[in-house]
Structure formats: structure tokens, C-alpha cells
């Protein structure tokens, strides 16, 4: 089992369970709705598989020194990871919880189309014009899920105490002073934290805490990645210094 889940627990498994009885009941209800059902499971399967498949390269936290200064591993895949990353960058991908993943992604899909079907009913979908038909799909599905990142985040490290509070004054700073997320841009997610030395004169002892540097991804429609952001932060950890724009490959520390 340690070779198929690593990041499944008793809980997962539980909602999976929960899951999957949900899944059945919707099945039995499109059963009776439509004689197209198969089509619509199997079309709603197939969309999960592809963009389970999708996230292995869309949502990506690297191995990071987040809330551990040895390094953490990273991993990859959401709303629930399947793969590891190592402190060498070598990738474990373990099936279950693949697996788990897919389920997940099938079911949200299945509960918005099943909340489609309701909504076509109620405006008589099957008599209007083509164009309306158009702008049906368009204004149900293609929207919210291009608008997902502004209300749930994306996977990034889990922060507490002082670290939690740097990246929250680097995210502000990011959306606030250097104007980063907004048309384009729809969600910033934390990569890692670091804390580069800095070379002061002697005459000023008593000041040794070093700046930190905030890496942060940044999210556009439909959870694409598409640029990072270091923001450099003065010693108290509250005012920005400088934003550095990073593309997704390499490290975020490169100059």
C-alpha cells in the first residue's frame, strides 16, 4: 500500500467512500432523466482523466525550506496530490491517490453538469437559438472554471507563526504595491521562503537579521501558471524593498 498512497489517509478514504455513493445516486437520477446517460458519464470521466493528468504539470510545489530548514519534499497534482518530489528533484507518482484525485475531479464535474441540466430545463434549453445554446455553455461552465483560482487556492506550503506573516505581507505587497494580480493574474500562491545574508559594516551591531525573499507563483484563468514573483522584504519583514518577475523553470533564487 505504501507504494500505490502516500499522501491518503483514513479521512480520504472516507470521502472517497462518501464520494463514490454520491457518484452512484447521480448515475441512477441521469438514468431516468436521459437515454444519453453512458455518454454523459463517460464524456465527464474522460474530461477528469485529462485534467487529472493536467495537474501533474499545472500545480507544482517545488521541495521548499518552508517550516523546515533541511528542506521538505514537494509534490505535484490537485485538489489532491498524487506525486512526490524529492530534495533531488526525482518524481514518485503512487496510483492511489492518483486514483483519488481522478474521483474527485469526476464528481465536481458530474454535480455541474447535473446543476446544468437543471438550469436548462428551467429556461427550455432544447428551443432556443443556436447562439443562446453558445452562450448557455459558455456562461455554466467554460466561466467558472476559468475563474476558479479567485476563489479557492492553489496548493502551496503550509505556513504558521512568523513565516505565515511574511508571505502574507509579500502576497499584499505583490497585489497592492506592485499591482501583480487583477485582470490577468488571478490568484498568488507561495513557493518558499528564504533569508539571504546581507553584508552591513561593523559600526551597526545588534543588526543582524537578514532580509527575506518570498517567492510566490502566480495563477491566471483556469489555474494556468504563468509567472513567479521574489518579493524582497526589509528585515522587520513588513515593508517591500523590490519585486523580482521569474519564469516558471529554474530556480526562483537565480538573479
Sequence with gaps: ???????????????????????????????????????????????????????????????????????????????????????????????????????????????????SRFFAEAV???????????????????????LLPRYFNPPEPPVFGDELRLSVNARRAAETTYNVTGFWIQRLALEDIRYPPIQVPDTFRGIDRPQSQICLRGYTYFYIPWMRYRVTLDRPGVTPLNMTQLPLTGSCWQN
Design 1 to 115: 500500500m505504501s507504494q500505490l498512497s502516500f499522501f491518503a489517509d483514513v479521512s480520504d478514504l472516507i470521502l472517497a467512500g462518501a464520494g463514490l455513493l454520491l457518484g452512484t445516486l447521480l448515475l441512477i437520477w441521469w438514468r431516468q432523466q436521459s437515454e444519453r446517460w453512458y455518454s454523459i458519464f463517460a464524456l465527464t470521466l474522460l474530461a477528469a482523466a485529462l485534467i487529472d493528468v493536467a495537474t501533474f504539470s499545472l500545480f507544482v510545489v517545488p521541495p521548499h525550506n518552508v517550516g523546515c530548514p533541511d528542506g521538505c519534499a514537494g509534490h505535484m497534482g490537485y485538489p489532491l496530490p498524487f506525486a512526490l518530489i524529492d530534495l533531488n528533484g526525482g518524481i514518485s507518482l503512487f496510483l492511489f491517490d492518483f486514483v483519488l484525485n481522478l474521483l474527485l475531479i469526476w464528481l465536481l464535474l458530474f454535480v455541474l453538469t447535473t446543476l
Design 124 to 146: 427550455d434549453l432544447g428551443s432556443r437559438s443556436r447562439r443562446f445554446k453558445v452562450g448557455f455553455f459558455v456562461f455554466f461552465f467554460i466561466v467558472p472554471l476559468a
